[in-house]
């Protein structure tokens, strides 16, 4: 059984985060250690969060795994909140990163064209610094924006997308990684990604229906898939096509429960297909997704 790090927060209420890898993850088949980097109420969309920082407890966790001698298939960061938390996940990567240890970073820090309250322009720089240790890299269009200085457009083309994934890694994984920008629109009533493999220069994109709800967490449901799907051994293009159906898949299910959307999406329901063989596990034209374009 393969194993994997992820390093993100506990939120206690409204699903996100370590609360919707660990379930994910496991359901795949993938042993799923945890490093929290903060141990909060609920989830930041909510008012008046108690928070506890963990940093100084990372520290004595990863002491611990290393006089254990514990080592990793994969290391997957999400929300960190900090920039000593960066650095905490950066010191994780550099003390058990193998030669053949997949990473995956999605550095979540803002949305809209506007980072996250609290945040400042240097903790964009720090997520950049981060994302050279990746070897996938899942930003939104705002994040990656952040990172390499383009502005945010609403109206982004393909000419557009594929200049912010081809600046990324030039500047933020020297040329070596891959990158997957996330909620892109590539026509009108549709959503999905764009990734560039900066290796061998090849570009990759994929569409789903654009449905008419937006639930938090979503984007931890997604990088927690893409993860789970390389470490069952698909291909990164593979797995962001799972990722992408999977994820319409459990908002469409979602859709009609007449919850307060801070709760988050749905995943409990949508966990069985995650649990089939991972040959059968996406549904492409089943659930209405486009054939991907190379």
């Known amino acids: 059984m393969k194993r994997i790090l992820t390093i993100q927060d506990i939120s206690c209420l409204g699903k996100c985060s370590v609360t919707i890898a660990l379930p994910v993850l496991s359901a795949m088949g993938v042993e799923t250690v945890i490093l929290p980097t903060a141990l909060l109420s609920a989830h930041t969309m909510f008012h008046d969060v108690f928070r506890q920082d963990l940093t100084a407890e990372m520290e004595k966790i990863m002491e611990h795994w290393e006089r254990e001698g514990i080592t990793f298939d994969a290391i997957y960061t999400g929300y960190l909140g900090t920039e000593a938390l960066i650095e ?15 990473v995956l970073t999605d550095p979540v820090m803002g949305d809209h064209g506007r980072l996250y309250s609290g945040f ?9 610094a981060l994302c050279q240790s990746a070897d996938l890299i899942l930003p939104n269009i705002t994040e990656a924006c952040m990172m390499t200085g383009i502005p945010y457009r609403e109206d982004g083309d393909r000419a557009y997308f594929r200049g912010i994934l081809s600046a990324l890694l030039t500047s933020g994984n020297s040329g070596r990684g891959k990158a997957a920008l996330t909620g892109v629109s590539l026509e009108k009533g549709k959503t999905g990604v764009m990734g560039l493999d900066a290796g061998n220069g090849e570009w990759f994109e994929y569409q789903n229906e654009l449905l008419p709800v937006s639930y938090h967490g979503t984007g931890d449901l997604f990088a927690s898939v893409t993860a789970g799907a390389i470490l069952n051994g698909r291909t990164w293009k593979e797995a962001l096509v799972l990722a992408c159906d999977h994820t319409a898949r459990t908002i469409e299910s979602s859709i009609g429960n007449k919850r307060d959307l801070r709760f988050g999406v749905d995943f409990e329901k949508t966990l069985p297909y995650l649990m089939e063989n991972p040959e059968k596990n996406s549904e492409t034209a089943e659930q209405g997704g486009n054939t991907p374009h190379a």
Do not use: G, M, V, W
């Not at 996940?89 to 240890?101: N, Q």
């Not at 400042?120 to 950049?128: G, Q």
């Open 88 to 102: 905490q996940a950066l010191h994780a990567i550099h003390a058990f990163r193998r030669e053949d240890t997949f």
């Open 120 to 128: 400042l322009p240097s903790y964009a720089e720090k997520n950049l």
